[in-house]
């Protein structure tokens, strides 16, 4: 499959603490996207990092992208309950491939 | 304000009986894509296009039709449905096909084929 992988497929902290959640593909991309969706709702776009960059900050998220590994990460600092969601990766080759998410809680 | 609308956002319906899901956009976007999210298997895209009367079939095509006749509107079309088909659905879109930009969501359509 070209789809992303999300890993863990589930994490739980509390408030204040940092959440990491891993993205791994397979093939070569043009740009890798997150996605955030709270419970039943649309997806939201978080930020995108292009395949020549490695780093990529948007507030309290920062992104990484190692091409030679095929991964990615997405870094929440000093989370909050409002942060619960599910998080997707979205990996573009011709067209965009979404993974199958990351459900975080963060309990206050 | 930017959106993508769907309609209905929910619908209970029988196997064989015909619905329309509606999407609309008013941000101009060119390309326009229908997803199924099902547990445990991400989305999945069922059909997409490039531009008004230009459609192509995604990962998961068999049970739908869509036709892009104006710029803003993509419906999906289940012309028979089935109890496989019951799922959540989203609408999305964007200038490029999320090569440069971002795809914009709608809220889901959940949709459940009894």
């Known amino acids: 499959s070209q789809q992303g992988e999300e890993d863990p497929q589930a994490l739980s902290i509390q408030e204040g603490e940092n959440a990491t959640m891993n993205c791994s593909y397979k093939?070569?991309?043009?740009?890798l996207q997150w996605y955030r969706q709270n419970s039943g709702r649309g997806l939201v776009h978080l930020i995108l990092?292009?395949?020549?960059?490695r780093e990529k900050h948007s507030g309290r998220l920062r992104v990484t992208l190692d091409t030679s590994k095929k991964s990615s990460s997405l870094l929440i600092t000093a989370s909050r309950a409002a942060d619960t969601a599910s998080y997707f990766c979205?990996?573009?080759?011709?067209?965009?491939?979404f993974g199958t998410g990351t459900r975080l809680q963060v309990f206050p | 304000e930017a959106q993508v609308t769907q309609n209905p956002r929910y619908l209970i319906t029988v196997t064989g009986k015909k619905l329309t899901v509606t999407c609309s956009q008013n941000?101009?976007?060119?390309?326009m894509s229908w997803y199924r999210q099902d547990p445990g298997l991400g989305l999945r895209q069922i059909y997409y296009?490039?531009?008004?009367?230009?459609?192509d079939k995604g990962d998961v095509p068999e049970g739908y039709k869509v036709s892009r006749k104006e710029k803003r509107n993509f419906p999906l079309i289940l012309e028979s449905p089935s109890p496989n088909q019951t799922s959540l659905y989203f609408c999305?879109?964007?200038?490029?096909?999320?090569?440069?930009?971002?795809?914009?969501f709608g809220e889901g359509s959940r949709l459940t084929v009894l």
């Open positions: 941000m101009n976007h060119e390309y």
């Open positions: 296009s490039m531009n008004v009367e230009v459609t």
């Open positions: 979205a990996i573009n080759t011709d067209k965009l491939i």
């Open positions: 999305a879109s964007s200038w490029d096909r999320g090569y440069t930009g971002e795809l914009f």
């Open positions: 093939t070569s991309i043009n740009n």
């Open positions: 990092i292009r395949s020549n960059e």
